[in-house]
């Protein structure tokens, strides 16, 4: 696999808010692998399917890391846990899937394969989802930074969490016990 990753890296990209609003742990690199997965998500022989060639990676993490490949192969194996709940009260049914089938790095590409059932997740968002700043996202080094930046734009055009403008900006409003939660 072959591309001109950086020349195609995205400026911006929609992310489901259900991902959002998810409750996982995840590091910021793995984090920061996951945005860039869904940013580059892709339909390909039947599965929905992110190619990143790593060294370009590295360098978008404008972070120094001892042994970038070390750091992404934990961050691999923690992403291929990721796991989302869909819960409906009314039946009292559930069902937990994994976000990924698979997670490889091999000849110097990350790939990453979802699961086909966060298709309308990852492709047909027509609502309930953001649209976040990769760049913006790239920069932040902590895991509550992020968390906090993707839930803060996921709630800047809701009228239940906007509390009105003042001087021009946006006023959200979060509980103290719901943040503590979210990060």
Not at 103 to 113: D, L, M
Request: proline share 2%; with cysteine; charged share 25%.
């Amino acid at each position: 696999y072959k591309t001109n990753f950086s020349r195609n890296i995205c400026a911006t990209f929609k992310k489901s808010n259900t991902f959002i609003n998810a409750r996982y742990s995840a590091s910021a690199l793995e984090q920061k692998m996951l945005a860039l997965s869904l940013a580059h998500a892709q339909r390909s022989e039947g599965k929905i399917v992110a190619h990143l060639p790593v060294n370009q990676v590295r360098k978008l993490m404008q972070k120094d890391y001892k042994s970038f490949y070390a750091a992404l192969k934990v961050a691999g194996i923690n992403l291929s846990r990721i796991q989302f709940m869909t819960e409906d009260q009314s039946t009292h049914s559930w069902r937990i899937d994994n976000l990924f089938k698979n997670v490889t790095s091999k000849e110097g590409n990350f790939t990453a394969v979802f699961n086909e059932d966060f298709e309308r997740d990852i492709f047909s968002l027509q609502s309930n989802y953001t649209i976040l700043e990769l760049p913006t996202l790239l920069r932040f080094e902590h895991t509550a930074t992020i968390r906090l930046y993707e839930t803060i734009k996921s709630r800047c055009f809701y009228p239940k969490y906007y509390s009105g403008t003042k001087d021009g900006k946006y006023v959200i409003e979060i509980n103290l016990d719901e943040l503590k939660v979210l990060m």
